[in-house]
């Protein structure tokens, strides 16, 4: 049994054929841009690697970003240049990724390192004999650098004593294993950082990865040539060029510049287009699936695919790309009090 068979059995009639399931499921999530930002980000994290390989002076960086630019993208596709490998009897993994767990605690990240390095999490120990068991393994097994995603999860801590745990851990790992470290997260993993000044001087290096912005010229240079990349991989051709100037700045308004939310609007178009039997895409289509993965309540003439559209950034109240991080003390009951501040706020 597939998820293809239950929709052959159970979806409406229109949806049923064989032809048409076959492009039901259809992602652009292997698709991968090499746009300036993803270059840059890899470009600097090779770097401190080779400085790590080199001098062995445990380096840090870091890597911000809003949601949906391409972080983890760039992470996966990183490690994927250094696969763990057996030499003799040893496991060698020249780099590890670690997606910090949303609970933030310094006993959750160091269960998810055990994790991701493939071995059993012990039981019955405490904080400090689980850390020095991670270090321990991570010299064993030679990682010379260590990837931390969603390490703005650490500003969600429940309390100071576990946010400040979290942060001295993370400070005691890299002390003891001299390995170099890149921490990638939200805007926030800049405050969090700030608090540590040992764990800050060693991150001083900073990669801001932006969204693509409408008012910049080379920007939209750029954000046209995804689009292009984009629609080599679609399965339905698009009526116009994606990458058309007019029908591109659309697309970035829509997608707020983020290449997920533009992803997910061109796969959900292809989706509405096979259920509609379509053959080639138009910008009926993408109003729809705006609409749909987007904004659902969206007012017509705000959809940017309508003729009528302002094409302007939707960042009002009650709008999607609306920046409440910048209006309210978001997070855990710490961030609310105010004892690890937000971005923007004063």
Known sequence: MTPRDLIARYAKKEVSSQSTISYLGF???DVTINHRRYGEA???????HLSQQTHHNGGGLLILGPSGIGKSTILKN?????PSFVEGRQTIMPVLLVTCPSSATANGLISAMFDA?????????????????ICKLMKMYKVELLLLDEFQH???SRTLPDFRQLIDTVKNIMNETKVASVLVGLEEIDEVISTNEQVARRHSEKIEITTFKLEDEDDFKEFRAVLKSYQAALLIPPEIPLFEANLARRFLVASNGSLDYLRRILEKSVEIAVLAEMTQL???????AFREHIWKGVPDKLNPFHD?????????PGEPFYPWHLKHAIGSPLARRNLIKPIGSK
């Open 78 to 82: 990183y490690i994927v240049n250094f």
């Open 27 to 29: 992602s652009l999530a």
């Open 282 to 288: 138009n910008q009926g289509v993408y109003s729809a």
């Open 42 to 48: 890899i470009s600097a994290i090779a770097k401190l």
């Open 308 to 316: 009528e559209s302002p094409l302007r950034q939707l960042d009002k």
């Open 154 to 156: 650490a500003y969600y």
């Open 117 to 133: 390095m493939g071995f059993p999490i012990p039981s019955r120990t405490d904080l400090a004999e689980k850390t020095i068991k």
